[in-house]
Nanobody
Framework: VQLQASGGGLVQAGGSLRVACRVS????????AGWYRQAPGKQRELVAV???????NYADSVKGRFGISRDNIRNMVYLQMNSLKPEDTAVYYC?????????WGQGTLVTVSS
């Protein structure tokens, strides 16, 4: 299973950005997928997750601002980030799991300037 993340960049506080992740090497339709982030000096944390059926769950810190979605035709998972804050600055990683094994994308940097 391979994950390729893209779409990070620099944005001003209050702005929006969408990051994307392409999942290959497995039947994406049956996988859950998620986005994690790791800020400098902090541990990696869960941001959002979407199940194969489309159910979603979010960290409290991003609820109402971020939206996770998936495209089972293109094998893509997206994270739409709105009303961005400087504290959202981090490397964002996409993630999935098959059986007991976890797979990660390479990460994409999101920087929110104040």
């Amino acid at each position: 299973v391979q994950l390729q993340a893209s779409g990070g960049g620099l944005v001003q506080a209050g702005g929006s950005l969408r990051v994307a992740c392409r999942v290959s090497g497995y039947n994406f339709r049956i996988l859950s997928a998620g986005w994690y982030r790791q800020a400098p000096g902090k541990q990696r944390e869960l941001v959002a997750v979407i199940t194969s059926g489309g159910s979603t769950n979010y960290a409290d810190s991003v609820k109402g601002r971020f939206g996770i979605s998936r495209d089972n035709i293109r094998n893509m998972v997206y994270l739409q980030m709105n009303s961005l804050k400087p504290e959202d600055t981090a490397v964002y990683y996409c993630n999935t799991a098959v059986s007991t094994r976890t797979y990660w994308g390479q990460g994409t940097l999101v920087t929110v300037s104040s």
